[in-house]
């Protein structure tokens, strides 16, 4: 059985495996705050009144798959709802922060 590591030793554990993983921390920030500048937009776009996701995906920018991922994300999570149905799709709201706080 092995002695635990003491300070030094975990210290420099631990500053290898930051400088070994350093660039994949980076990147990972850089995806979040993407998805986070994303899911504004789409709040912003929905700002106006309920869309469909094709109207999301050309006001933000983006493709309609991306849209619609990040649409159902927030559905899980209580940020938007479906709202009346325009053709094939659906349109979506967001939900009032009042209402949503009162739950």
């Known amino acids: 059985m092995s002695a635990k590591p003491d300070r030094k ?4 554990l631990l500053k290898r495996v930051r400088a ?7 990147a990972a920030q850089e995806e979040r705050k993407a998805v ?7 709040e ?7 869309k469909t996701v094709p109207d999301l995906a050309e ?4 493709v309609t798959d991306t849209v619609l991922w990040h649409v ?5 999570y209580g940020r938007v709802v479906e709202d009346e149905q ?6 979506y709201r967001l ?3 009042e209402a949503k706080e009162e739950e």
Do not use: C, N, S
């Open 9 to 12: 030793e975990r210290a420099a």
């Open 59 to 62: 006001a933000v920018g983006a």
């Open 72 to 76: 159902t994300a927030m559905k899980k």
């Open 86 to 91: 325009d053709g094939d799709w659906f349109r």
């Open 36 to 42: 986070r500048a994303l899911r504004r937009k789409i």
């Open 20 to 26: 070994a993983r350093g660039e994949m921390v980076k």
């Open 44 to 50: 912003q776009a929905l700002a106006g009144g309920p």
């Open 95 to 97: 939900v009032e922060k």
